[in-house]
């Protein structure tokens, strides 16, 4: 089946940096990817919608300058953190829209886990 | 009113047991119903789909799904140790939007 690979799987930045999340379609073309948030023992959070060549669109109340997405290509699509905070420490999801025996179902990366320090 | 409304547990069985998880929503426009399990610290992996009503079997797993109730359920049969995880439900009225539940986390005891 579809795999997504996510990459790092943990990160650990001080405040103040930047950090860049990679999401890569494997054996696939991935024109939309997710990018979502989750806080401990709560749901996923759509941050945003990532579509290859053209701009991310953001959910409401997610900040566009400071969560940059990039989908450059049709496999690989960056989530980077700019100027992170303590804040933003969470686990970061990605997911690529697949088709799977008839029916649209999401795939998605192992996560990444941002701790701001 | 949420889009998706799950019951997030936790669920504490013995192994062995039958588990049943359900989910409710308000979109009468919702088609395909997804089940993810979740590992710790892991990103979530597709355990069932769903299109329409009906019911959908896979090993242990039974996907179930009322749309007359806005209604879906997942049975798992024999549970095991290795079922311990967090399990989502989510639902797509076109396949291109995603709607998550909270999650119901299961625990089950050796």
């Known amino acids: 089946g579809a795999v997504v690979s996510q990459h790092p799987s943990w990160v650990i930045c001080k405040s103040g940096t930047s950090v860049k999340i990679e999401c890569r379609s494997l054996d696939f073309q991935a024109t939309t990817m997710f990018w979502y948030r989750q806080f401990p023992k709560q749901s996923l959070m759509l941050m945003a919608t990532s579509n290859e060549g053209s701009k991310a669109t953001y959910e409401q109340g997610v900040e566009k300058d400071k969560f940059l997405i990039n989908h450059a290509s049709l496999t690989l699509s960056t989530l980077t953190v700019t100027s992170a905070h303590p804040e933003d420490s969470s686990f970061y999801i990605c997911?690529?829209?697949?088709?799977?025996?008839?029916?649209?179902?999401?795939?998605f990366g192992a996560g990444s886990r941002l701790t701001v320090l | 009113q949420k889009e998706v409304e799950q019951d997030p547990g936790p669920l504490s069985v013995p192994e062995g047991a039958i588990v049943s998880l359900n989910c409710t929503y308000s979109n009468s426009a919702f088609q395909y119903f997804m089940w993810y399990r979740q590992y710790s610290r892991k990103g979530p992996e597709l355990l069932m789909y769903?299109?329409?009503?009906g019911n959908k079997e896979d090993g242990r797993f039974t996907a179930q799904v009322d749309k007359s109730s806005k209604y879906i359920s997942l049975f798992i049969r024999d549970s095991q140790p290795s079922d311990s995880a967090t399990y989502l439900c989510?639902?797509?009225?076109?396949?291109?939007?995603?709607?998550f539940g909270t999650g119901t986390s299961l625990t089950v005891i050796p």
């Open positions: 997911s690529a829209d697949t088709f799977d025996s008839g029916a649209n179902v999401l795939t």
């Open positions: 769903t299109y329409s009503s």
């Open positions: 989510a639902m797509s009225p076109t396949g291109n939007q995603f709607y």
